[in-house]
C-alpha cells in the first residue's frame, strides 16, 4: 500500500505538487492522468523516493519513504520509464538481471525465460543490445527489468509513449493480462484518457497543476465530472478521438 | 585473467627500468653534448677499458649539470676546460692559478689531470669580408659599430666569464641575443647575424674562413682542456686513473680542430660518428684497438625506443593509476572537483621543459626525473576526460541505475565505467600521444630514450642524427594512436558504438 498525505514539492518557486493525498491499495492498478507538467511524473518519483517531499508525507507498506534504506525500497519497487531506461552497453538479458546483482540477489535460472514469457519478449533477442532492438521490443525488456525481483509495487511512467499506435494497441493488452495476471499494485503515468480507461477502469485520478483533481473509476469521471476542468479534459480527449476518426475516413 | 597480464607486463617494465639504472659494478663517465666534448668521452671509455673497466657514457647538455653528476657520483670523470672551472662553476672562489684549482677540487673530493695539451678558449668571430671592410682586428674594435648584430650561444649569454663580463670589460655598446651555437655559423654564413662567439678548436672556423679577433685587453682566461673525475675513483681503480692521465699532453689545439672537424664536417663531405673518430684518435696516441665500434643505426634506435618505451610506459602506468580515481572523485563529490581539475589545469601550463627543469633541483637529472614530469603532465587529459565520462552519462539512465538501486562500486563497476569508458580511453589516448612527443625533451636531462639524438643532433647541427630520434618518436606516436583505436575497439561495448 502507498500513502501520500498533504504531499507538497517544489521546484524552485515552482510547486510541481501541492498537497496531494491520496491511497493506493495493495493489488490495485491506478493510473495518474493529466495535462503536461501537472506534476504525475514528480508524484511517481517520489514513492520511490528518487525526490523527496518538501512537506506531508508519503509512505510504502505504513512507513514514510526517507525512513526506508533506499536499496530495500528500490527492491520492493519496479520501475520503468518512457524511454525504456536500458543501459546501451548491456544486452537485453544483463539488462533484465541487473536488479539481482544490484542487490545481490541469485536468480533462478528459468526466471528470465519465464519474463519472457509474462512480457511476450522472445526469448532467442535476450543477447541482442538495446541498439538492436525495436521500440516495443525495449519496453518489453524493461518491463522485464522492473519485474525480475518480484516487486509488490509497480511504477510505470508514460511506458509506451514513445510508441507508435500498432505496437502501442498489442504491449496496452499485454499489460492488461500481465496487470491481471500478477495482481500487483501498479501505479502508472499517462496522458491518454483510452489507455487510462482500459488499464485502470477502476481508479483513474486525474491531476491538474500540482492538485488532485478527481480520483475514481472512468464511469464515475464521465457521469459526474468534479469541475469543469474534468469535463473539459474528458470531452477534449474524446473529442479529439472523434476528430481523428473523422479525419481519417475523409 | 586481465589482472595477471598487467602484473606481467608491469614486471616486464621494471626489469627493463632496473637494468637500464643498475650500474654499480661498471663505471660512468660523462661528457658534454657538443661535439670536441663528445670526442675526449668516448676516448676516455677506450681508456678506461684499457684499464680493465666496463665503461659507459652518459651525455649531458651543459657544464653545471655534467659538474653536479661528477659530485654526486653518478659519474666518475668527464672532459672539463680549467676556465670553465675558475670564471663559472667555482667562480665564487676566486681562483686564480692551477694549484689554487686543484686544492679547491681536492676540498670537493674532485681531481684533474694535467692539461690535454690545448687551449680551447672563447674567441669572437666574424666574417672576413666584415673584418676588412670594416677594419676589424680585436674585440674592442666592436664598439665603433654598434649597429653590428651580436648573437651568442644561450650559455655564453648568462655564464659570468661570457658576454656580460665582456661587455663590461670592452664597454661594447653593442646589443646582443642567445643562439644556439651550432646554428650560429649559419646564421654568420647567411647574414643574419655578424658576430658570434666561437671555441678556439672549433672547426668551423678554417672551414668558414672566419675572422676572430683579439682579445687585446685579455678578457678570456685560459681553456686548458683536462680530464675531471672523483678523487674516490684513484682508491678504487687506481688503473682507470693512470689510463686518463694518458691524455694529459696528448692532443695540441691543431690536432683536436682536426678530429673535430671529421666529426662536425667529415672529409669528403662524410661525417664520422665522434665515437668513430675517437676510437681511430686513441688508436693513433696510445696504440689501443678501438675498444667500442660505434653501434649500428638500428642497435641505437632500438635502445633509444626500448628506453623511450620504459619512459612513457612507466609515466603512463603511473598517470592512469591515479587519474582515473581522481577523476572518479571529482565526478562524485563536486566539492573536489573544482580543485582537482583546477590543479591538474595548472600542470598542465606550465612548459614541459620548465618543469624538467625546476624537477631537476630536487631530483636530480635522468629518466626518474623525466618520468616523473611526464606523469605530471599526463594527469589532466585522464582526469578531465573520465570526470567527463562520469558526469556525461544521460539523467534518463542516471536515474534509472537509481530506480534499480545501484549504488556504490557496483554502480560505478556495472554501469559508469563501462559507459565513461569511450571517453576515459580517449582522454588516455590523448595523454599517451603528448606524452610520446614530451618524453622527448628527456633528452635535455640525460633522460634516453629519443630525445637523446635529437638533442645531441642539434647541438652538433647534425640533421641525420635530428632524424633519428625525430622520424622514431612520429612513429612511436602513431603507432600509440593506432593502440589506442585498437583497444577502444575490444574494450568498449559494441552497444554504446550503435547508440553514439
Known amino acids: 500500500m502507498i500513502e501520500l498525505a498533504r504531499v507538497t514539492k517544489r521546484f524552485g518557486s515552482a510547486a510541481a505538487v501541492r498537497g496531494v493525498d491520496a491511497v493506493f491499495d495493495r493489488g490495485t492498478v491506478t493510473a495518474l492522468i493529466g495535462p503536461s507538467g501537472c506534476g504525475k511524473s514528480t508524484l511517481l518519483r517520489m514513492m520511490l523516493g528518487l525526490i523527496l517531499p518538501d512537506e506531508g508525507t508519503v509512505s510504502v507498506e505504513g512507513r514514510p519513504v526517507d525512513r526506508w534504506d533506499a536499496t530495500s525500497l528500490r527492491a520492493r519497487c519496479g520501475y520503468a520509464i518512457q524511454s525504456g531506461g536500458l543501459f546501451p552497453h548491456l544486452t537485453a538479458r544483463q539488462n533484465a538481471e541487473l536488479p539481482a546483482k544490484a542487490h545481490g540477489r541469485a536468480l533462478d535460472p528459468s526466471r528470465i525465460e519465464e519474463l519472457c514469457e509474462l512480457t511476450r519478449f522472445e526469448p532467442s533477442l535476450l543477447s541482442r543490445l538495446p541498439g538492436e532492438l525495436s521500440g516495443g521490443q525495449r519496453q518489453r525488456v524493461a518491463l522485464m527489468r522492473a519485474l525480475v525481483l518480484d516487486p509488490e509495487v509497480l511504477l510505470l511512467d508514460e511506458p509506451l509513449g514513445a510508441l507508435d499506435p500498432l505496437v502501442r494497441a498489442e504491449l496496452q493488452r499485454d499489460l492488461r493480462g500481465l496487470f491481471e495476471a500478477l495482481g500487483k499494485t501498479v501505479v502508472m503515468v499517462t496522458h491518454d484518457l483510452a489507455e487510462a480507461a482500459y488499464l485502470a477502469p477502476q481508479s483513474i485520478a486525474l491531476l491538474r497543476d500540482g492538485k488532485l483533481e478527481q480520483r475514481g473509476s472512468f464511469a464515475s469521471l464521465q457521469g459526474s465530472p468534479a469541475s469543469g476542468f474534468v469535463r473539459e479534459f474528458l470531452d477534449a480527449q474524446t473529442e479529439r478521438a472523434r476528430v481523428l476518426v473523422a479525419g481519417g475516413s475523409a | ?500
Not at chain 2, 684549482?101 to 672563447?122: H, K, Q, S, V
Not at chain 2, 594527469?379 to 567527463?388: D, F, Y
Not at chain 2, 633528452?443 to 652538433?460: E, H, V
Open chain 2, 1 to 500: 585473467m586481465m589482472r595477471r597480464v598487467l602484473l606481467t607486463g608491469v614486471a616486464c617494465v621494471l626489469a627493463v627500468f632496473a637494468a637500464m639504472t643498475d650500474a654499480q659494478d661498471r663505471i660512468v663517465v660523462g661528457s658534454k653534448s657538443f661535439t670536441e666534448s663528445a670526442i675526449l668521452g668516448h676516448m676516455l671509455v677506450s681508456l678506461a677499458g684499457d684499464a680493465g673497466a666496463d665503461a659507459e657514457l652518459k651525455t649531458f647538455p651543459g657544464s653545471s649539470v655534467a659538474f653536479a653528476a661528477l659530485r654526486s657520483g653518478d659519474i666518475v670523470a668527464y672532459p672539463e676546460y680549467t676556465g670553465t672551472l675558475t670564471r663559472e662553476l667555482l667562480s665564487e672562489r676566486g681562483l686564480r692559478t692551477d694549484d689554487e684549482l686543484r686544492t679547491a677540487l681536492a676540498e670537493m673530493g674532485l681531481a684533474m689531470t694535467g692539461p690535454i695539451g690545448f687551449n680551447n678558449t672563447y674567441a669572437i668571430g666574424v666574417r672576413r669580408d666584415d673584418a676588412a671592410t670594416l677594419g676589424l682586428r680585436t674585440i674592442g674594435d666592436l664598439a665603433a659599430h654598434p649597429s653590428l648584430r651580436l648573437a651568442f650561444s644561450n650559455e655564453f649569454m648568462n655564464r659570468g666569464d661570457g658576454w656580460p663580463g665582456l661587455r663590461d670589460h670592452y664597454s661594447l655598446p653593442n646589443p646582443a641575443r642567445g643562439i644556439e651555437h651550432a646554428l650560429a655559423y649559419r646564421a654568420l654564413a647567411e647574414r643574419q647575424i655578424d658576430a658570434t662567439d666561437l671555441y678556439s678548436t672549433d672547426a668551423q672556423i678554417a672551414a668558414m674562413d672566419l675572422a676572430v679577433l683579439e682579445d687585446d685587453l685579455g678578457y678570456f682566461p685560459r681553456y686548458d682542456a683536462v680530464i675531471l673525475y672523483r678523487a674516490d675513483l684513484a682508491d678504487r681503480l687506481p688503473d682507470v686513473v693512470a689510463s686518463f692521465e694518458r691524455m694529459a699532453g696528448a692532443i695540441d689545439a691543431d690536432a683536436m680542430r682536426s678530429l673535430n672537424e671529421r666529426a662536425e664536417l667529415g672529409r669528403n663531405g662524410d661525417r664520422e660518428a665522434p665515437q668513430a673518430v675517437a676510437a681511430d684518435a686513441v688508436g693513433r696516441l696510445f696504440g689501443l684497438r678501438a675498444a667500442a665500434s660505434q653501434a649500428g643505426v638500428v642497435q641505437r634506435v632500438v635502445r633509444r625506443t626500448v628506453e623511450h618505451v620504459v619512459l612513457v610506459g612507466l609515466s603512463m602506468a603511473v598517470a592512469i593509476a591515479a587519474a582515473v580515481p581522481l577523476g572518479i572523485v571529482a565526478a562524485r563529490s563536486r566539492a573536489f572537483a573544482g580543485p582537482v581539475l583546477g590543479a591538474a589545469g595548472v600542470l598542465q601550463t606550465i612548459p614541459a621543459i620548465a618543469l624538467l627543469v625546476v624537477l631537476i633541483g630536487p631530483l636530480g637529472i635522468g629518466a626518474p626525473t623525466a618520468i616523473v614530469a611526464l606523469i605530471l603532465y599526463s594527469l589532466l587529459p585522464i582526469v578531465r576526460n573520465t570526470h567527463a565520462g562520469l558526469t556525461g552519462i544521460p539523467g534518463d539512465l542516471a536515474e534509472s541505475a537509481d530506480a534499480i538501486g545501484l549504488t556504490g562500486f557496483d554502480r560505478l563497476r556495472l554501469v559508469e565505467l563501462p559507459m565513461a569508458l569511450p571517453t576515459v580511453l580517449a582522454g588516455i589516448k590523448t595523454a599517451a600521444v603528448i606524452n610520446v612527443g614530451t618524453a622527448t625533451l628527456g633528452g635535455f636531462i640525460s633522460a634516453g630514450g629519443y630525445g637523446q639524438p635529437i638533442f645531441t643532433g642539434i647541438t652538433r647541427n647534425n640533421f641525420n642524427l635530428i632524424l633519428e630520434g625525430a622520424l622514431p618518436a612520429a612513429a612511436m606516436a602513431i603507432a600509440v594512436q593506432g593502440l589506442f583505436d585498437l583497444i577502444d575497439r575490444f574494450a568498449v561495448s559494441r552497444g554504446l558504438r550503435l547508440s553514439r
